[in-house]
């Protein structure tokens, strides 16, 4: 029996999937979405090439941490500049920009090469209810 790989030229459509994070833990959102970015839910799945489908995340500032790692999680940022090293608390992102913690925790989560700076750009990750991608008819799911 042959191994199959799939081949940009054969791939189909991809499709588009929904998932609310209100009251979900971080990680296994994460894990679910990474795997669904890669394509890892397919039986088509080759490691080489993109596969995935895209992910539309809602209601982000909802999202539930386990343990202490509310209070004692930190985001570190870079300037590029000597001492342009600064640090938010987790409690400040979720305040400024909520979607940065479950882009962040989805981004650790795919292969560290250039697909997988392809396969982020099939992440949508919004803060409230609203989303911009109705016409796209996502299916729900459920983590």
Excluded at 67 to 90: A, C, D, P, Q, T
Excluded at 95 to 112: S, T
Excluded at 121 to 142: C, M, W, Y
Aim: aromatic share 8%; glycine share 6%.
């Amino acid at each position: 029996m042959k191994t199959f790989l799939a081949k940009n030229e054969t791939l189909p459509q991809p499709k588009w999937y929904l998932i609310d994070a209100e009251g979900m833990v971080l990680g296994r959102l994460a894990v679910k979405a990474a795997n669904i970015i890669r394509g890892r839910t397919k039986a088509t799945y080759t490691p080489s090439v993109d596969t995935g489908d895209y992910v539309v995340i809602i209601n982000a500032e909802k999202v539930v941490l386990t343990g202490k790692k509310e209070e004692k999680n930190s985001y570190m940022f870079f300037s590029g500049f000597v001492g342009g090293e600064s640090y938010r608390s987790l409690q400040l992102q979720r305040e400024r920009h909520p979607e940065f913690i479950i882009e962040h925790a989805v981004k650790g989560m795919l292969p560290k090469n250039r697909i997988a700076a392809k396969m982020l750009t099939k992440l949508r990750v919004f803060a409230g209810t609203k989303h911009t991608h109705e016409a796209q008819n996502p299916i729900k799911i459920s983590v």
